[in-house]
C-alpha cells in the first residue's frame, strides 16, 4: 500500500510523546515517518507541558490552553496513561468558547468545529478520565483531517533495536523549518509559526497538508 505523499522516512520509526492538541511541527514530524510510536507509557515529567497544553492565538497574540490534571502521589512510579483529567474550572466550555473567539472568523472553523467538539463535552463523573485517551482521541481526528496515514502505536516495544527508532520524547521540534501560511490575524501579530495544528488546520482546511509537506521538504530529519 502506497504511502501519503507526506511520508518520507520509511526505514525508521519516530517515538513521540502524547500530545494535546499538539504542534504544527510535532506533526510535520508525525507526518514524515511511516511508523510512529506514541509513548503513552512514558513516565510522568510536570516540564513536559505540551501533553496537556497547547498554544493558539487570538486577538491578542499567542494563548495557552491547559487541560487540568490530577497530579500523581508518587510522580516518579506514574506514566502518563495513568493521569486524569481534572474537572476543575470546567475548562472544556473555556477551551470551546476560546476557540470560537479566537478562530471562528477563520475560513474553515465551522467546517472542522464539529469533529472536535465531542472532546469538549460536559464532564459530570468522577475524574476518572484518562489525559492519554483524551489526547490519542483528538490526535486521531487530526491525523484524519491532515491526511496523515502513518502506522501508529501507542506502547514501546520491549525488544527494539535502537538505531531503527528516532526519540524525539525530549525535543521541542524547533528543528522543523516552518513555513509561513494564511492566518486571520496576521495583519495585526505577523506571522506566528509554531502553533496548535489547529491553527493550520482552521486557517487553511484542505490546503493544511501542502503546508506540512512543505515543512517536511525543508527540514534534515
Same mark, same amino acid.
Given at each position: 500500500m502506497p504511502h501519503s505523499p507526506l511520508t518520507t522516512?520509511?526505514?525508521?520509526?519516530?517515538?513521540?510523546?502524547p500530545a494535546y492538541c499538539g504542534g504544527i511541527n510535532y506533526y510535520a514530524v508525525m507526518a514524515a515517518h511511516s511508523h510512529v510510536i506514541i509513548d503513552c507509557n512514558q513516565r510522568y515529567n510536570k516540564r513536559m507541558?505540551?501533553?496537556h497544553r497547547c498554544l493558539i492565538t487570538d486577538t491578542h497574540g499567542v494563548l495557552t490552553l491547559t487541560v487540568p490534571i490530577e497530579k500523581p502521589i508518587r510522580s516518579h512510579q506514574t506514566a502518563w496513561n495513568d493521569i486524569k483529567v481534572s474537572r476543575h474550572g470546567e475548562w472544556?466550555?473555556?477551551?470551546?468558547?476560546?476557540?470560537?473567539?479566537a478562530y471562528g472568523r477563520t475560513p474553515f472553523f465551522e467546517f472542522y468545529i464539529d469533529r472536535f467538539l465531542p472532546f469538549l463535552r460536559q464532564r459530570n463523573n468522577a475524574n476518572d478520565e484518562s489525559?492519554?485517551?483524551?489526547?490519542? +482521541? @483528538? *490526535?486521531?481526528?487530526?491525523?484524519?483531517?491532515? +491526511? @496523515? *496515514?502513518s502506522q501508529i502505536s501507542y506502547h514501546l516495544p520491549e525488544k527494539t533495536a535502537d538505531d531503527n527508532i528516532k526519540d524525539y520524547r525530549s525535543n521541542d521540534f524547533s528543528f522543523v523549518t516552518p513555513v509561513e501560511y494564511y492566518q486571520v490575524r496576521?495583519?495585526?501579530?505577523g506571522f506566528l509559526p509554531c502553533l496548535s495544528v489547529l491553527d493550520l488546520i482552521f486557517n487553511m482546511g484542505p490546503e493544511?497538508?501542502?503546508v506540512l509537506k512543505e515543512m517536511i521538504d525543508r527540514t534534515s530529519f
Amino acid at each position: 500500500m502506497p504511502h501519503s505523499p507526506l511520508t518520507t522516512i520509511t526505514d525508521k520509526s519516530a517515538l513521540l510523546p502524547p500530545a494535546y492538541c499538539g504542534g504544527i511541527n510535532y506533526y510535520a514530524v508525525m507526518a514524515a515517518h511511516s511508523h510512529v510510536i506514541i509513548d503513552c507509557n512514558q513516565r510522568y515529567n510536570k516540564r513536559m507541558k505540551t501533553t496537556h497544553r497547547c498554544l493558539i492565538t487570538d486577538t491578542h497574540g499567542v494563548l495557552t490552553l491547559t487541560v487540568p490534571i490530577e497530579k500523581p502521589i508518587r510522580s516518579h512510579q506514574t506514566a502518563w496513561n495513568d493521569i486524569k483529567v481534572s474537572r476543575h474550572g470546567e475548562w472544556w466550555n473555556v477551551h470551546r468558547v476560546t476557540l470560537e473567539s479566537a478562530y471562528g472568523r477563520t475560513p474553515f472553523f465551522e467546517f472542522y468545529i464539529d469533529r472536535f467538539l465531542p472532546f469538549l463535552r460536559q464532564r459530570n463523573n468522577a475524574n476518572d478520565e484518562s489525559l492519554t485517551d483524551l489526547d490519542c +482521541g @483528538i *490526535d486521531n481526528v487530526i491525523r484524519d483531517i491532515l +491526511g @496523515i *496515514d502513518s502506522q501508529i502505536s501507542y506502547h514501546l516495544p520491549e525488544k527494539t533495536a535502537d538505531d531503527n527508532i528516532k526519540d524525539y520524547r525530549s525535543n521541542d521540534f524547533s528543528f522543523v523549518t516552518p513555513v509561513e501560511y494564511y492566518q486571520v490575524r496576521q495583519s495585526r501579530h505577523g506571522f506566528l509559526p509554531c502553533l496548535s495544528v489547529l491553527d493550520l488546520i482552521f486557517n487553511m482546511g484542505p490546503e493544511a497538508p501542502l503546508v506540512l509537506k512543505e515543512m517536511i521538504d525543508r527540514t534534515s530529519f
